[in-house]
């Protein structure tokens, strides 16, 4: 019994790297052949926060390339922002290696208090998502509030199935 102990413990390390799927025994996940672009986060729910009409919220935003072949980001630009509350820097890189990440930082700088969704559209050569939306949802409140109550009118569609707000409601 004891010999056969000592086997399974010297065979377990056989059999770790063997089932991993790289060199080095970590288990690094799928990789596709084609470039797949993969967001961190989607949608970007800024309403875990109110923020103060004049304020301004930074997000940083990554895409992951889990693909063999090089994600080549070709454009990007905020859309369906009819209150112009969203901008962006961004994409530090345009060509996207395995396993490597681009970033872009969202910002958020309301002059009104209200709702407000709008989405990053990147494009690429993606083959999963050529274009891809992020959605971004944010709620804003008058400045000088101080914790009193404000209604911001109806929720976007994205926040009621996506986002929570700050109350919660």
Same mark, same amino acid.
């Given at each position: 019994? @004891?010999? #056969?102990a ?10 770790v790297?063997?089932?991993s ?8 996940g799928?990789?596709? @052949? ?13 309403t875990?926060m109110?923020?103060?009409v ?10 992951q390339?889990?693909g ?5 980001i070709?454009? &990007?630009?905020?859309i369906?922002?009819p #209150? ?20 872009f930082?969202l ?9 407000d ?10 083959e ?11 709620? &804003?409140e008058p ?11 109806? #929720?976007?569609?994205?926040? #009621? ?9």
């Amino acid at each position: 019994m @004891q010999l #056969r102990a000592e086997l399974f413990a010297l065979a377990l390390p056989f059999a770790v790297i063997a089932c991993s799927s790289s060199d080095n025994g970590e288990d690094s996940g799928i990789i596709y @052949q084609k470039p797949q672009v993969l967001p961190a986060i989607n949608p970007i729910c800024l309403t875990m926060m109110r923020t103060e009409v004049g304020k301004t919220v930074n997000q940083p935003i990554q895409l992951q390339n889990v693909g063999k072949e090089a994600l080549v980001i070709t454009g &990007s630009e905020i859309i369906e922002d009819p #209150r112009n509350h969203f901008t962006y820097q961004g994409p530090d890189i345009m060509t996207v290696e395995t396993r490597d990440f681009v970033s872009f930082m969202l910002r958020y700088a309301p002059t009104e208090a209200g709702w407000d969704a709008g989405a990053l559209r990147v494009t690429s050569n993606a083959e999963n998502y050529p274009i891809l939306d992020i959605y971004i949802v944010a709620l &804003s409140e008058p400045a000088g509030l101080d914790g009193g109550s404000y209604d911001p009118g109806p #929720r976007p569609a994205i926040a #009621r199935d996506a986002c929570i707000p700050a109350d919660g409601g």
